[in-house]
């Protein structure tokens, strides 16, 4: 079955970095498109960014473009998000999704947090 298993989280200061990591099992990761969701304390999962199979197209929500980075190790099966200057308003649990055939999958999450 599907598994992801997301790490990297933690505390960290404002304008500070973490590099979070999701490995995958039990699909083919090359073939679908991967995602990173967050959610905030009190709101809604939101959608972070997303990458295509190959790695070559990207995409961000407006707030983390810039300082934020997705990419993905193929012959790893591992999707990474490297977050740079990072802000309080950043603090959230971020997932590692998929979506096949009509169903999501996601991780357990990490947390992150960042103090001012």
């Known amino acids: 079955q599907v598994q992801l298993v997301e790490s990297g989280g933690g505390l960290v200061q404002a304008g500070g970095s973490l590099r979070l990591s999701c490995p995958a099992s039990?699909?083919?990761?090359?073939?679908?498109?991967m995602r990173w969701h967050r959610q905030a304390p009190g709101k809604e999962r939101d959608l972070v960014a997303e990458i295509s199979t190959g790695g070559d197209t990207t995409d961000y929500i407006d707030s983390v473009r810039g300082r934020f980075t997705i990419s993905r190790d193929n012959p790893k099966n591992i999707l990474y998000l490297q977050m740079n200057n990072l802000k309080p308003e950043d603090t959230a649990v971020y997932y590692c999704?998929?979506?096949?055939?009509?169903?999501?999958?996601w991780g357990p999450g990490t947390q992150v947090i960042v103090s001012s």
């Open positions: 039990g699909f083919i990761f090359s073939h679908y498109t």
């Open positions: 999704t998929v979506r096949q055939h009509g169903s999501s999958y």
